[in-house]
């Protein structure tokens, strides 16, 4: 084993240690990312479409230059990696710009460091160290208000349990309580529970015009975020 890889194992198993054992609760998080990962993933078509064109694009651009097959191989895992990164981050843990680039700038120097040492780039030195930190970012991003707001999200619309949708929102609100958001699609979720009172005061108390507005402008907002609350404010006219 060359120390470089020694390096990386012992870092691993220290990372693991620190955010898995010792923190039961991002370990029992980690059912939930890689089930809501797997179901976001396979739902949105346009990015599988998208991984398969660009291997199928590299393919064509390393056959034209004569790329060695080791070459190839290489350069696609990085880039599927690349892309499958940064749509974990946008599209499940939200790491934030600051840590992204942190975690860019990280992997361009394993990238560089590789080229120096090996005059190529051995997937081998990259991917562990650069796994490791993708791990860390996100084991940090569950301390966020707004991932905890994206998986009540997921667990009221897409996965339609409402109980865990609460439990999220809630999480959300204990660390920014002036998030309208927040209090919205946890009344959102007391209704779907069958809580209807007690969800249409949640409501209540951030809808007005300038709300409604910023919802349906959201980069995420979708149609059945407001569908059902405008028919129970009709049945209560």
């Known amino acids: 084993m060359e120390i470089y890889q020694l390096f990386v194992f ?8 620190l955010f898995f054992i010792k923190d039961e609760k991002f370990l029992s998080l980690v059912p ?3 089930r809501t990962s797997t ?3 396979v739902s949105n078509t346009e990015f599988v479409i998208g991984i398969v064109s660009v291997i199928i694009a590299e393919i064509v651009v390393f056959q034209y230059l004569g790329a060695s097959i ?3 191989m290489h350069l696609i895992v990085i880039s599927v990696y690349l892309l499958f990164t940064f749509w974990l981050y946008c599209n499940v843990f939200q790491v934030g710009p600051r840590r992204e680039a942190m975690w860019t700038t990280l ?10 040492l090996f005059q190529q780039f051995r997937l081998e030195f990259i991917l562990p160290v650069s796994i490791v930190s993708t791990i860390l970012l996100c084991y940090f991003s569950t301390k966020d208000d707004n991932t905890f707001y994206i998986f009540g999200l997921f667990y009221l619309y897409d996965f339609h349990q409402s109980d865990q949708a609460i439990i999220c929102f ?4 204990k660390i920014d309580n002036n998030n309208p958001f927040y209090l919205y699609h946890l009344g959102r979720s007391y209704i779907a529970m069958g809580k209807k009172d007690k969800g249409a005061a949640l409501i ?17 907002f979708r149609q059945d975020w407001i569908i059902n609350t405008e028919e129970q404010s009709s049945k209560q006219k």
């Open 32 to 34: 939930k990312v890689i």
């Open 107 to 116: 992997f361009l120097i394993l990238c560089l460091t590789s080229l120096y």
């Open 10 to 17: 012992l870092l691993s198993i220290i990372l693991v240690w």
């Open 70 to 72: 080791q070459i190839q």
């Open 39 to 41: 179901i976001i993933l």
């Open 170 to 173: 809630k999480k959300a609100i």
């Open 204 to 220: 209540k108390k951030v809808m007005n015009n300038d709300f409604m507005s910023s919802l349906k402008t959201s980069p995420l």
